[in-house]
């Protein structure tokens, strides 16, 4: 893990937030929002994977300093400190790791993540409630910020649909992972009989554009039906007394957006619009029609055999991830938002793919 050149170059990092810091300090640097918004989001990125490898380095050489230490002297059981050090860095480095994979086009994005509740009933939408809360709970541990855009409640229990934006460092490239079909099996809380059901839920991740080219989806005032309706979103009563909540229907492809998240409506069309055509670019660049499907929030028979991952709770308690193979016991853990190595797999998984040009 050399300073200079390897896959990480320090230096060249070091060097890189230097010229941003000038640039940053210029007179007239926030003369242009986005450029501004986009130097400062580099800076933050390459000042956090900076202090990181500087922190391993720093217990590395504690490490080594350790192992030059008299074992006597010092009375301890020099093997074992070792070895606990050394599985403290091992878990340090996978952390650090993950930035190294994230090499995408648009990992560096923010995320537009929905929530879609499947087959299974009230037991489907509650499970969808159950991922909402832990993709919450993983922002909040990486520091994400997370915008409701929209939000619909089950008639019984959990929610039918929800869609986020989650803003933050890399933010599509951490959680590009969990695009696809998530399966939950256990016992039923609303089944009098307690038997096992199966449930489903889909998950749409798609990283936020900052630029697209308005030549390229054009978007006519006569393929949208826009509606307005009394928002039941964020804000407190207040909301719910004006139709600040806007619905943008796009005929052709039957693309629907809804914003709920300000009071105002002009603000909430101004969102959805800019959901709208993240969603058009993505759904113009798909080439199969299952991705089209995915992107809309469809569900089609054939996905149910397509799960990406399986949590179960009964008859024993196992997340296993479908694609990877990496699986775990700490079922509570994983529903709690600690995905992070189900995320490392995946990430390993398809930079080894891309490295043998599959």
């Not at 993983?138 to 959990?158: D, P, T, W």
């Not at 959901?275 to 113009?284: A, C, E, G, S, W």
């Not at 660049?285 to 996905?303: M, R, T, V, Y």
């Amino acid at each position: 893990m050399s300073k200079k050149g390897g896959f990480f170059d320090l230096d060249k990092k070091r060097k890189r937030v230097k010229e941003l810091t000038e640039i940053m300090n210029e007179p007239n640097f926030w003369q242009d929002q986005a450029r501004a918004k986009k130097i400062s989001k580099e800076f933050s990125s390459l000042k956090e994977e900076i202090n990181n490898w500087e922190t391993l380095e720093r217990k590395i050489q504690s490490l080594l300093e350790i192992s030059q230490l008299d074992a006597k002297e010092r009375k301890v059981n020099l093997r074992e400190e070792i070895e606990k050090e050394l599985k403290r860095l091992e878990k340090q480095w996978e952390r650090f790791e993950i930035p190294l994979l994230l090499k995408g086009k648009y990992d560096h994005s923010n995320v537009f993540l929905s929530i879609f509740a499947g087959a299974g009933g009230t037991d489907a939408q509650d499970w969808a409630e159950m991922l909402e809360r832990m993709y919450l709970r993983y922002a909040q541990r990486k520091n994400f910020s997370v915008n409701l855009i929209s939000r619909s409640k089950g008639a019984e229990a959990g929610i039918k649909k929800v869609n986020l934006e989650i803003k933050g460092p890399f933010a599509y490239g951490f959680l590009k992972s969990e695009d696809g079909v998530h399966r939950l099996v256990r016992i039923s809380p609303f089944d009098a009989e307690k038997m096992r059901h199966t449930s489903f839920a889909l998950v749409q991740v798609l990283p936020e554009l900052e630029e697209i080219d308005e030549e390229k989806i054009k978007i006519e005032e006569k393929d949208l039906r826009i509606d307005t309706f009394l928002s039941s979103g964020p804000g407190g009563q207040g909301v719910q007394t004006t139709y600040s909540g806007v619905r943008i229907v796009h005929l052709p492809t039957k693309i629907t957006v809804t914003c709920q998240t300000t009071r105002s409506q002009k603000q909430n069309k101004e969102i959805a619009f800019r959901i709208l055509r993240t969603k058009l670019y993505h759904y113009f660049q798909a080439k199969q029609e299952e991705e089209k499907a995915k992107i809309k929030g469809e569900f089609k028979e054939a996905a149910w055999g397509n799960q990406i991952r399986s949590y179960i709770l009964h008859p024993y308690k196992l997340v296993k991830d479908h694609r990877t193979g990496y699986e775990s016991e700490e079922v509570e853990k994983v529903l709690d938002g600690e995905i992070d190595d189900f995320i490392l797999a995946y990430l390993r998984k398809i930079n080894e793919t891309s490295k043998r040009g599959l």
